[in-house]
């Protein structure tokens, strides 16, 4: 397996990946990994259609008819 290193990782995030990691069991390495596996196509990965469907699927709720624009 490859390594990286993240230099000039801004504290906050740092501190919310700690959290985070907490909140799911993992340490942060797992959870950086588990971020970068569902980011980038790893295990967990949809594919950009399945994406699209999911949003339409939660947007579904709020696509009610446009008003009538043209009043002459």
Do not use: C, H, W, Y
């Not at 801004?10 to 700690?18: A, E, G, S, V, Y």
């Not at 942060?28 to 994406?51: H, N, Q, Y």
């Not at 339409?56 to 009610?64: E, G, I, V, Y």
């Amino acid at each position: 397996m490859a390594s990286i290193t993240i230099r000039s990782l801004d504290p906050t995030i740092r501190k919310r990946l700690r959290v985070r990691a907490t909140e799911n069991g993992r340490s942060p390495e797992e959870e950086a990994r588990a971020i970068l596996e569902a980011a980038l196509g790893g295990k967990t990965s949809i594919s950009a259609m399945g994406m699209f469907a999911q949003v339409q699927s939660k947007l579904a709720p709020f696509n009610t008819p446009r008003p009538d624009t043209d009043s002459e």
